[in-house]
């Protein structure tokens, strides 16, 4: 049993997730009012409204939200995820079922937001209501939008899956009634990875508080008549749907998980592990496995399953194949045979780029600290480094890359072990430091940056669009901190970059994942990747492939009309030619790989925004393969409508955000600078910022010129800002229509 929780709720929280459809400015100036007025409000008893409740009415643990009746809260709705997963070969198909249940007497919205596998294709939407199941469409994104809000409008129900992040999705449900549970479905499939002669499964349970930078405000005067505007640059324009409310773990943990995967490998199992959760494991023959997690457990970090092959059993080359309508979709993974003799070692310029940021705090920081003092002490003779750190500041600790000699080394091992974290996560600047490249045109050494961070920020556009810049002859590997890492932004730099990414999950593992990190730092196994074929009508994703590293496959999907034909590969290894040929015709039945090759073509349609591409060309074309093969996307959701209403009218229906959990091993007062015998849940600092502005506005007076000045919280969403901007746009937009009207009249 837990202790009772309040969790902010309206005015100053997420009462926004019913207003951010009115667009920022007048979501912004509405919170304000709202907020305003609470502050304002007659604090005197009063009769307590129907379906409210008191905490001292609660006789078990709960979950209670503020609402603007001082003194009165409402049942926040509770959530239950079950995960089920079927691995057949490298494919796996996963149905997660998520329970929204309302133990209020009030009519409520429940919206959550959930972490997904960054290269999975949603597909599949179901709602169950009594013994009924509805079937979700996809829709074009504002197009389903406007049908959930409709039938929400309606008293009826409906639920809503979005993507926020190629690995961050809302689910919105609507009209969930007095002490009733909605139950919905979401199907997903994935490729399993595969690292040497290990393939790992990663499920992702929390989505870990995201630092989100502050937009910048330039002001410019526009005539003679002293009119301004007011220009405000957002790197997250959609800070809003990123940044749900933590919970404070000394209150317990919410959000229960039950999981199950089932193992069809094909061949013989050799050893099956799962390193984060307890797991019981039934064997159905040598081939075939159950895996149970012990639980269910609070979805507070990431579940990895791990299983290796038995000798000898892991497949050269597999062929995969799905035929829908004619076309045939091809999963084509090859692990290329890597001599024994190793090729002559190449002096190394590493530039090792570590994050100190409050996230850090707790268990990442050690695991961050210990990986990079590994790494120093795997330079050599002949190599250069360099060592940068950041949180909201940042460091370069030489003025430019020195010798690895045992001088330059002790300053740095004293720099890193010195490091603690606080303060946000500023990543961009610190990639741009580190991209910066004195000696372009030296080839006598591999210029590398090892990024360590768990990547919890929610500008990934901004990062990513600056690798396309400014990435030149440097590769860029990122490590992974922690239980809960940004899985999607981790990877993706590493594919742009060409290089690859390792995950950390414990202090335990990090000897072991350096290890394989260092073997891969030495050199890529294969480079200039393509494939040619006798067929035109092939297309094939990624493209171009990217390098590979030691243990790495190549893995490739394909679509064309035909069933025979050949599919070859070619690159260089070690320095000298490769090649492998598939054959189009010995392909098995694989299911589900239509919606991996459509996955894989609208990721690499979005990568090239960051070359140049125009953004309406890109979107056309997301949009276009999104919907051909019913996948959730950027640009479009997935939406589920019941048929007749629920909500009786005159009914009012309340949004609330559900919280999340602080995943495991975080630190809670470094990320939110929070006092720990508060009982709130602050969504995303919303209160603190307040009370931030409310003392700089009554400090302004003593400050030179009255300026006001506002601190950048640690590891803080920055929700709120989006109040400033509002109401900086807002004024821009008026000070433009009394110009517009002034030249009218005088015309």
């Not at 969930?176 to 002669?197: C, F, N, R």
């Not at 038995?310 to 076309?327: D, S």
């Not at 009508?537 to 064309?560: C, F, R, S």
Request: net charge neutral.
């Amino acid at each position: 049993m837990t202790s009772n929780l309040l969790v902010r709720g309206h005015p100053l929280g997420w009462s926004r997730v019913l207003l951010r459809r009115a667009g920022m400015a007048g979501a912004a100036l509405l919170t304000a009012f709202l907020g305003s007025s609470a502050l304002r409000a007659d604090t005197t008893p009063t009769q307590q409204p129907a379906g409210y409740v008191e905490p001292s009415e609660m006789g078990t643990g709960s979950l209670l939200l503020k609402t603007v009746e001082p003194g009165h809260y409402l049942e926040a709705p509770r959530l239950k995820t079950d995960v089920s997963i079927t691995v057949t070969g490298p494919i796996a198909r996963a149905r997660i079922t998520q329970r929204f249940e309302n133990p209020s007497d009030k009519w409520v919205e429940g919206v959550y937001v959930f972490p997904l596998p960054p290269n999975s294709g949603v597909d599949t939407l179901r709602m169950q209501i009594g013994d009924r199941f509805l079937e979700g469409d996809v829709k074009e994104r504002e197009q389903a939008r406007q049908i959930y809000e409709h039938a929400a409008a309606q008293g009826i129900k409906a639920t809503l899956i979005e993507q926020q992040r190629p690995n961050m999705f809302t689910n919105s449900v609507a009209n969930i009634g007095p002490h009733e549970t909605v139950v919905v479905q979401i199907e997903y499939q994935e490729a399993v990875k595969l690292d040497g002669d290990k393939f790992s499964l990663r499920v992702p349970l929390v989505v870990g508080p995201r630092y989100t930078p502050p937009a910048t405000v330039a002001v410019a005067d526009v005539s003679t008549s002293g009119a301004r505007v007011v220009a405000v640059s957002d790197p997250v324009p959609d800070r809003d749907s990123v940044t749900p409310p933590v919970l404070n773990p000394i209150f317990g943990k919410i959000n229960p998980v039950s999981l199950s995967i089932t193992l069809k490998s094909g061949v013989s199992l050799a050893t099956i592990e799962s390193p984060y959760h307890p797991v019981d494991v039934a064997r159905t023959d040598d081939k075939t496995a159950t895996v149970t997690l012990k639980g269910p457990v609070p979805a507070d970090r990431d579940f990895v399953l791990n299983w290796k092959l038995a000798a000898n059993a892991v497949p050269q080359a597999t062929l995969f194949r799905e035929t829908i309508a004619g076309q045939n979709y091809y999963l084509a993974m090859v692990v290329p045979r890597v001599g024994t003799t190793a090729p002559r070692r190449q002096a190394r310029e590493a530039i090792f780029v570590i994050d100190n940021s409050g996230s850090m705090a707790g268990e990442s920081i050690k695991q961050a600290k210990k990986a990079l003092s590994l790494a120093l002490q795997d330079l050599k003779a002949g190599d250069r480094f360099n060592v940068v750190r950041f949180d909201d500041t940042l460091t370069v600790l030489f003025n430019d890359a020195v010798p690895a000699d045992a001088e330059h080394m002790a300053v740095a091992q004293r720099f890193v072990s010195s490091l603690e974290a606080a303060g946000g996560t500023e990543i961009y600047p610190a990639l741009k430091a580190a991209l910066k490249d004195t000696t372009p045109k030296d080839e006598t050494r591999l210029r590398q940056v090892i990024f360590l961070t768990d990547g919890d920020v929610s500008n990934e556009d901004q990062v990513l669009a600056e690798i396309g810049t400014s990435l030149g002859r440097s590769r860029l590997f990122t490590v992974g901190i922690g239980s809960a890492p940004n899985t999607f932004l981790m990877e993706h730099i590493a594919t742009l970059g060409r290089g690859t990414f390792t995950h950390i999950g414990t202090v335990e593992e990090v000897d072991a994942r350096m290890a394989e990190l260092f073997n891969k730092l030495e050199r890529p196994v294969m480079t200039d990747l393509h494939v040619t074929t006798n067929d035109a009508k092939l297309e094939t994703w990624p493209n171009p492939i990217p390098d590979l590293y030691a243990g790495e496959p190549v893995v490739l999907t394909g679509a064309t009309s035909e069933r025979a034909g050949t599919l070859r590969l070619e690159g260089r290894m070690g320095g000298k030619p490769w090649s492998a040929t598939l054959d189009l015709s010995t392909a098995v039945d694989g299911n589900g790989v239509a919606k991996l090759w459509a996955r894989s073509k609208i990721s690499a349609i979005e990568d090239t925004r960051y070359h140049g591409t125009n953004q309406g060309d890109v979107d056309a074309a997301v949009l276009k393969v999104a919907l051909a093969h019913h996948l959730v996307s950027r640009l479009s959701s997935l939406v589920a409508v019941d048929v007749t209403p629920s909500r009786p009218a005159g009914e009012n229906m309340s949004s609330e955000a559900m919280p999340t959990n602080l995943p495991a091993g975080w630190d809670f007062a470094k990320v939110f600078g929070e006092d720990p015998s508060n009982p709130m849940i602050k969504a995303s600092l919303d209160q603190k910022l307040m009370d931030k502005l409310a003392s700089s506005e009554k400090s302004a007076a003593s400050k030179p010129n009255g300026g006001v000045g506002v601190e950048l919280p640690q590891t803080d969403a920055g929700t709120n800002l989006q109040i400033l901007l509002g109401l900086l746009l807002t004024l821009s937009g008026t000070a433009m229509l009394l110009m517009l009207r002034k030249r009218t009249v005088r015309s």
